[in-house]
């Protein structure tokens, strides 16, 4: 089925509806934990909203999910729903309210436009590079701080990642040149509060491409910049956006 940008938005906003619904019965804390390997864990809730994403958008293009991995025909060129059922998957087994489901379609090798959905408030970000962003309905838009010092850095340690000190000594000196330093444990939330302009910056190495591919359109969609991704054979990648107005050779410079 072709589709254009606005048929795919919507039906990327009525998965993740959908997915919301299924992830429901398991609130609370009812997650229904499967494995809980290292500092990783599955749960009954993410294979759940994930059938109910493929459900919703089965026939409409490949896709690459979470539990489920790349579908045939998966072409981050020609076009891919890239789909992450329960962002925020420790903190949703734990009742804290910081989750999210998040849907992407990835065309000619970017982030082309993306739904997030907040679970904890029932906040809707969508947003489709080249007619904007939206929380609600509302336009948004990143902000325009351009000094480091008065920047909010949003950022994540994946489950996979070394924590060995020679590795996270650079982010001790990010921390030291921005105003404040956010790890709300879900990064589609994070890279969402920057296409809305509560954050300036997010960064997280060796995260998986489902976790950030629809809060990477979020932010280009509400004007914001994103680095230029490796993605790895994992679908691992270095992930960097930012309110485009930041130095980020400044910040970054370790
Ligand atoms: C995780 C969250 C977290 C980030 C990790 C991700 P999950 O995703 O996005 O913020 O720091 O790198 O793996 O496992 O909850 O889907
Ligand atoms: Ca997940």
């Given at each position: 089925m072709r589709l254009d940008d606005e048929q795919r938005l919507a039906l990327a906003r009525q998965a993740a509806e959908r997915a919301a619904g299924a992830l429901r019965p398991f609130l609370n804390g009812q997650a229904g934990v499967l494995a809980a390997d290292g500092r990783d864990i599955k749960t009954r809730a993410d294979l759940a909203a994930e059938a109910a994403l493929l459900e919703a958008l089965a026939g409409t293009g490949p896709v690459l999910a979470e539990e489920s991995g790349a579908s045939a025909g998966v072409d981050l060129e020609a076009g891919t729903w890239v789909i992450d059922p329960l962002d925020g998957t420790l903190n949703f087994t734990r009742g804290f309210p910081m989750a999210a489901v998040s849907v992407a379609w990835w065309a000619g090798g970017e982030p082309r436009l993306g739904v997030v959905l907040d679970l904890g408030s029932g906040d809707c970000f969508e947003g489709c590079v080249g007619s904007g962003a939206r929380l609600n309905g509302r336009q948004i838009a990143v902000s325009d701080i351009q000094d480091p010092g008065q920047a909010i850095l949003a950022t994540g340690f994946p489950s996979g990642a070394s924590q060995d000190t020679d590795v996270l000594l650079p982010f001790l000196r990010r921390l030291q040149r921005v105003k404040k330093v956010r790890l709300l444990g879900s990064a589609a939330l994070s890279l969402a509060q920057v296409a809305a302009g509560r954050f300036d910056l997010y960064h997280e190495d060796g995260i998986w491409l489902w976790d950030v591919a629809a809060g990477l359109a979020l932010v280009r969609a509400a004007g914001g910049k994103i680095a230029p991704l490796e993605i790895r054979d994992d679908w691992t990648c270095n992930c960097l956006a930012s309110?485009?107005?930041?130095?980020l050779n400044q910040l970054l410079d370790s």
């Amino acid at each position: 089925m072709r589709l254009d940008d606005e048929q795919r938005l919507a039906l990327a906003r009525q998965a993740a509806e959908r997915a919301a619904g299924a992830l429901r019965p398991f609130l609370n804390g009812q997650a229904g934990v499967l494995a809980a390997d290292g500092r990783d864990i599955k749960t009954r809730a993410d294979l759940a909203a994930e059938a109910a994403l493929l459900e919703a958008l089965a026939g409409t293009g490949p896709v690459l999910a979470e539990e489920s991995g790349a579908s045939a025909g998966v072409d981050l060129e020609a076009g891919t729903w890239v789909i992450d059922p329960l962002d925020g998957t420790l903190n949703f087994t734990r009742g804290f309210p910081m989750a999210a489901v998040s849907v992407a379609w990835w065309a000619g090798g970017e982030p082309r436009l993306g739904v997030v959905l907040d679970l904890g408030s029932g906040d809707c970000f969508e947003g489709c590079v080249g007619s904007g962003a939206r929380l609600n309905g509302r336009q948004i838009a990143v902000s325009d701080i351009q000094d480091p010092g008065q920047a909010i850095l949003a950022t994540g340690f994946p489950s996979g990642a070394s924590q060995d000190t020679d590795v996270l000594l650079p982010f001790l000196r990010r921390l030291q040149r921005v105003k404040k330093v956010r790890l709300l444990g879900s990064a589609a939330l994070s890279l969402a509060q920057v296409a809305a302009g509560r954050f300036d910056l997010y960064h997280e190495d060796g995260i998986w491409l489902w976790d950030v591919a629809a809060g990477l359109a979020l932010v280009r969609a509400a004007g914001g910049k994103i680095a230029p991704l490796e993605i790895r054979d994992d679908w691992t990648c270095n992930c960097l956006a930012s309110n485009g107005h930041l130095p980020l050779n400044q910040l970054l410079d370790s």
